[in-house]
């Protein structure tokens, strides 16, 4: 599959295997090392998942204060697949400065995040991000990907009408199945698709980490070096 061709004339998102496996697997590990939820767990990603399960919001929130210590997931996750990030955007690159790690609990009442797009918090549209859960994704926790042309439709109509995120939009919300990957897969996509999840039902919390990253040649957005970092790929 021609990667670049999907992202910019196809669909405009890709499931893909990530290129340095070991380097995923390091930030799987620093997860598990700096989350630090029991010793009796010990690394293992499903046990963690199920005890992140069925805490309360605010549980997991203090949880999170772990993970501010770590400063290199934005580089480990680029430097898990360097071939693929060279070839868009080459070598020289702006990063953003702190990669999220993100954690949906199942359950009713868990926040829904309704189809958006990156330009709508002024990324630039010559960005891109990688998406990549730190387990299998096997039943509908995951991310639904609204494709290119479909999400191109809906944003003419709706600057058209006036709104964002009007009914057309909150009603895509209804019908979506997320993307069932494995561990070890990623998904990269570009800044015009819109995207988003849905509450769902498992014993296990969804886990996943994302970056967004693009040429140091090519202009940026709203988003400057508080958001961004340059960044070498050797």
Not at 42 to 47: A, L, M, S, T, V
Not at 145 to 157: A, F, G, R, V
């Amino acid at each position: 599959m021609d990667i670049e061709k999907e992202l910019t004339v196809g669909r405009g998102y890709v499931v893909f295997p990530i290129e340095n496996t070991d380097t995923f697997n390091k930030l799987r590990n620093s997860f598990v090392e700096k989350i630090n939820i029991s010793k009796k767990i010990g690394d293992n990603i499903d046990q963690i998942r199920k005890k992140l399960a069925k805490m309360t919001k605010a549980e997991i929130n203090k949880t999170m204060v772990n993970l501010l210590s770590f400063n290199d997931l934005s580089e480990m996750i680029i430097n898990s697949c360097p071939t693929l990030v060279k070839r868009l955007c080459g070598s020289e690159l702006f990063i953003q400065r702190r990669a999220h790690t993100i954690i949906n609990v199942p359950g009713e009442g868990q926040a829904k995040q309704w189809p958006h797009y990156e330009l709508m918090s002024g990324i630039s549209p010559f960005s891109y991000v990688i998406w990549a859960p730190l387990h299998d994704l096997q039943d509908q926790g995951g991310v639904y990907y609204i494709d290119q042309k479909k999400s191109y439709e809906i944003m003419k109509k709706e600057e058209e009408d006036g709104l964002v995120n009007g009914p057309t939009v909150l009603n895509l919300m209804t019908e979506q199945k997320p993307t069932l990957m494995k561990f070890g897969e990623a998904i990269i996509f570009n800044p015009f698709v819109l995207h988003g999840n849905v509450t769902f039902k498992s014993e296990f919390a969804r886990i996943a980490c994302n970056v967004r990253f693009q040429s140091y040649y090519k202009p940026l957005l709203q988003k400057n070096t508080d958001y961004l970092k340059y960044y070498k790929l050797v």
